[in-house]
């Protein structure tokens, strides 16, 4: 079974920076490729970013394109979300998860495991 949990959202202003960590359990993360989305109140939920199992190829949504930053640590079993130039349409649950597929997918039904979401909340 695996588990991720979120870590690092908040409350920031407009144009600043949060980092968000997901740690995952068990000795099989760095087999597969991960992703980031995230749902604001009465929205449905949308793609952020993808990463590969090595790192190597990564993808992101055109609204969050040039401001944010997937990274990951295998050895720790760590997915990082770097965010800057925050916006207040940032403001939204974000969520890790994992996906079977090795190549870039932006549909929430390609992933099988999700953590607990983060609240990120951007002011003006």
């Known amino acids: 079974q695996v588990q991720l949990v979120e870590s690092g959202g908040g409350l920031v202003q407009a144009g600043g920076s949060l980092r968000l960590s997901c740690a995952a359990s068990?000795?099989?993360?760095?087999?597969?490729?991960m992703g980031w989305f995230r749902q604001a109140p009465g929205k449905e939920r949308e793609f952020v970013s993808f990463?590969?199992?090595?790192?190597?190829?990564?993808y992101y949504a055109d609204s969050v394109k040039g401001r944010f930053t997937i990274s990951r640590d295998n050895a720790k079993n760590t997915l990082y979300l770097q965010m800057n130039g925050l916006k207040p349409e940032d403001t939204a649950v974000y969520y890790c998860?994992?996906?079977?597929?090795?190549?870039?997918?932006?549909?929430?039904?390609?992933?099988?495991?999700w953590g607990q979401g983060t609240q990120v909340t951007v002011s003006s």
């Open positions: 998860a994992r996906t079977h597929t090795p190549v870039v997918t932006t549909t929430p039904g390609q992933y099988d495991y």
């Open positions: 068990g000795r099989t993360f760095s087999n597969y490729a």
């Open positions: 990463i590969n199992w090595g790192g190597a190829s990564t």
